[in-house]
């Protein structure tokens, strides 16, 4: 979806081009080999590992505001180990858990207030001024 909204928004490599058509199913390092390889021929480096992890967490906690995701798949992909700097981006990890059944026994919240609690840290997130260029 990245790559094919890079390439509506101009940015045209022949990587980006066979990047685009990938099913989202393929292999995550390959899509990230291909995705550095894009970079590389569009003369765009790569950003810091630690702040481009902290611009998808303010995309997710904006996915979650617009209801593309659920609460419960933010419990993957070791969200609660983003190294944050802010208090709203401390705020918002504070409350993922490791996993959805670690909800209770990790943060002491039923199913309901957990989610609440989430949607109001992220709405304090994405209100919040950005982190950097591009957030």
């Not at 094919?4 to 099913?23: K, M, Y």
């Not at 550095?36 to 480096?45: C, D, I, N, P, S």
């Amino acid at each position: 979806m990245i790559a094919a909204e890079a390439l509506a928004a101009g940015l045209d490599t022949p990587t980006l081009c066979e990047l685009a058509g990938w099913p989202r199913t393929a292999d995550a390092r390959d899509i990230r080999d291909a995705f550095e390889q894009a970079l590389a021929e569009a003369g765009v480096g790569m950003p810091d590992r630690g702040l481009a992890r902290r611009h998808a967490l303010r995309r997710m906690a904006a996915r979650l505001i617009d209801g593309e995701i659920a609460p419960a798949d933010l419990a993957t992909d070791d969200w609660w180990e983003t190294e944050v700097e802010t208090p709203a981006e401390q705020s918002f990890v504070a409350l993922i858990p490791p996993c959805e059944c670690c909800i209770a026994y990790t943060l002491g919240l039923d199913q309901q207030t957990w989610a609440a609690r989430l949607r109001i840290a992220a709405l304090d997130l994405v209100s919040s001024p950005p982190v950097g260029p591009g957030c």
